[in-house]
Structure formats: structure tokens, C-alpha cells
Nanobody, 115 residues
Framework: QVQLVESGGDLVQAGGSLRLSCAAS????????MGWYRQAPGKQREVVAT???????NYADSVKGRFTISRDNVKNTVYLQMDSLKPEDTAVYYC?????????WGQGTQVTVSP
């Protein structure tokens, strides 16, 4: 079955960096778009960045120039490099893929940015 397992969340000071990873299994990873989403307390889940099967990327305006999404089709892993972190980036970060109109999510990884 489809599995997405995130890792790399941590507590970091503002201005710092983190790299999130999402290990995928149970589907043909190279053929699917992948995305990172986040959900802060009391807020709706929002898209952060996506990468399609061809490597084309898109970013939320709030993270452009600071975050970089990438994928390794050999390791079946998608990454989110987060630089110049801000307190407003604090959230649970989720990995996502869509297969035949069904969304699949990981368990999430907590990112906390202190002022």
C-alpha cells in the first residue's frame, strides 16, 4: 500500500535551516507529482511546494526564495530544504501525493521556529 514517511522536523531559531525528507513506497514514485503541505495550529492545511514527475516545481508565495523542493527517483524520496526560517513557518509539515484522484498523506513532522 501507499506509504509516505516524513522526517527531519525540529526546533530551530529564526534564520536557521532544516531539511525535511519524505520516503515513499507502494507506488511508482517517478511517475507521480509530490507535494509538501503544512498546517499551523488553528489554521487550514496549505500547500508549500510541489514537484511534478518531470521535476517542475511550484512554491507558495510565502516561501519563494527560501524553500527548495527536490526529488530523488532512485531513493523514492522527496525533500524540502528550508532556509531563512521564520516563526510563521512553524507548523506540522506533511508529504502528499495523489493517485487516481485519491490523496495520500504522511503522518507529518513538526517544525518549530523560535524568534
Amino acid at each position: 500500500q501507499v506509504q509516505l514517511v516524513e522526517s527531519g522536523g525540529d526546533l530551530v531559531q529564526a534564520g536557521g535551516s532544516l531539511r525535511l525528507s519524505c520516503a515513499a513506497s507502494g507506488f511508482i514514485f517517478s511517475s507521480k507529482a509530490m507535494g509538501w503541505y503544512r498546517q499551523a495550529p488553528g489554521k487550514q492545511r496549505e500547500v508549500v511546494a510541489t514537484v511534478n514527475s518531470g521535476g517542475r516545481t511550484n512554491y507558495a508565495d510565502s516561501v519563494k526564495g527560501r524553500f527548495t523542493i527536490s526529488r530523488d527517483n532512485v531513493k523514492n524520496t522527496v525533500y524540502l530544504q528550508m532556509d531563512s526560517l521564520k516563526p510563521e513557518d512553524t507548523a506540522v509539515y506533511y508529504c502528499n501525493t495523489r493517485i487516481y484522484f485519491s490523496d495520500y498523506w504522511g503522518q507529518g513532522t513538526q517544525v518549530t521556529v523560535s524568534p
